[in-house]
């Protein structure tokens, strides 16, 4: 079998309308994708499925760096790929040419993501099982050979890596189990952007905590006697025993982030996300060494799997928030787990945006099933927008993610709302 054509499509959610996405450096956000579909040509019309996150202007950038890997793809044994998932992801991440415009950062990653993960997606569909349990039924050998181990032997070498996951590889069943029945635990972030009034966030924070959810975030960096306002209010709705993330989108310089997260410290932020620029790791650790207890979260902005390796080295961050399409699709993802487990730093990937919360639902329980073995301080992010378009949307359920059963990836949008929001020519844009 192999690919016989590789699709790339501009699709845009006009969220910006409701201001829902908002936060203090994003402000108009129109939630988009790059979307990627891998044809085959079996005949049996399974296709494969993957997007990149981006929020309007410039997904146009990534569909043309979709484009350019289509040689890389098409013509492609789809055995061949699977066989060897490291060489494939090479292929597209270090292009001798390509790379130039990279090498693993920026638009052409971010489409190396869309493609790869569109690739696992129709692996996932061709076995039948949902990604999580693809992943959660490779032996730590089959692990250890996707993984592009370039760079991070330094912290984690193959065979460290192959004993993290055969020293978890006995109970990955107990784990499983215990997800299918309970879920995966969550918290929302979709009741506190920052273009939401103070009546809006109150509806939705009571309306959050009577669905049972216990950990909610809200943006802040907008100024810091508005943000120290929001905060006493959302501290006040919650009670002191609930979860309040605060997430300043990479707002302030390093000694504006300290002065900020003394003046909201005594609100109790379980986290507080991207202080500063995303790519400032001696920043982070400068932050996190001076706000301590609170802890730092960053990773929605990190680009590779050698920025999240210095944050570990540096212990400039307390929580991993990697993105499932902002890394080059699974491959990378399983070396971030793997460090993270390492390092033992708690993984809660980033998942406001369109499809995020349906692709990083199957990373997190792979994690706890093969990797960390944990969910102390693990959740993963939930935003409420958009999986309408989605044949097979996320459930939550009282605050943890139902495990996904479908085959797949879960990021298939409906062809109807491809048809409506596909950019500039869809029915609603064309309007
Ligand atoms: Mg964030």
């Given at each position: ?62 569909v ?18 699977v ?32 493609v ?43 065979d ?81 025993e609930?979860?309040?993330m ?66 570990f ?10 993105d ?8 990378e ?36 099933i ?19 378009h ?42």
């Amino acid at each position: 079998m192999k690919v016989s054509d590789l699709v790339a499509l501009d699709v845009r959610f006009p969220t910006s309308v409701t201001q829902a996405g908002s936060d203090a450096v994003h402000t108009d956000p129109d939630y988009s994708a790059a979307y990627a579909i891998v044809r085959t040509d079996a005949g049996d019309g399974v296709e494969g499925h993957g997007l990149t996150f981006t929020i309007g202007r410039g997904t146009e950038v990534c569909v043309a760096a979709i484009e350019a890997l289509k040689p890389f793809v098409v013509g492609r044994d789809v055995d061949d790929i699977v066989g060897d998932w490291r060489a494939f992801s090479l292929s597209l991440t270090n292009d001798s040419q390509l790379r130039w415009i990279g090498p693993e950062k920026g638009a052409i990653h971010l489409a190396g993501a869309a493609v790869i993960n569109a690739l696992w997606d129709l692996h996932a569909k061709r076995e039948k099982k949902p990604l999580w349990k693809v992943l959660a039924d490779m032996s730590p050998r089959q692990l250890v050979d996707v993984v592009d181990f370039r760079y991070i032997t330094d912290a984690l070498s193959p065979d460290e890596a192959l004993d993290l996951l055969e020293s978890r590889a006995p109970t990955r069943a107990e784990r499983e189990a215990e997800l299918l029945r309970d879920g995966y635990p969550a918290y929302v972030t979709s009741v506190g952007w920052i273009g939401y009034d103070d009546a809006t966030i109150e509806r939705l924070c009571g309306e959050a905590m009577a669905d049972g959810w216990s950990a909610m975030k809200m943006k802040v960096g907008q100024g810091i006697d508005d943000d120290v306002r929001r905060a006493r209010l959302l501290r006040a709705l919650l009670g002191p025993e609930n979860r309040l993330m605060m997430d300043a989108n990479q707002k302030w310089d390093v000694d504006e982030a300290i002065a900020s997260i003394g003046r909201l410290a005594p609100f109790d932020p379980y986290w507080m996300e991207e202080p500063t620029s995303p790519d400032d790791v001696l920043g982070h650790k400068a932050i996190a060494h001076a706000v301590a207890p609170v802890r730092l979260a960053t990773g929605e902005h990190a680009h590779n799997r050698v920025m999240f390796k210095q944050f570990f080295q540096a212990g400039a961050i307390g929580f991993c928030q990697l993105d499932a399409c902002r890394l080059a699709g699974v491959n990378e993802v399983l070396a971030v787990l793997l460090m993270a487990a390492k390092f033992g730093v708690p993984v809660c990937p980033h998942a406001g945006g369109v499809g995020l919360c349906e692709y990083v639902q199957h990373i997190s329980a792979f994690d706890h099933i093969a990797v960390s073995g944990s969910l102390d301080d693990r959740m993963v992010e939930y935003a409420g927008h958009l999986h309408e378009h989605f044949v097979d949307p996320v459930e939550v359920r009282g605050g943890r993610y139902v495990l996904p059963a479908a085959p797949g990836y879960s990021v298939q949008m409906q062809p109807a709302s491809l048809a409506e929001f596909s950019f500039p020519h869809g029915t609603y844009w064309a309007s």
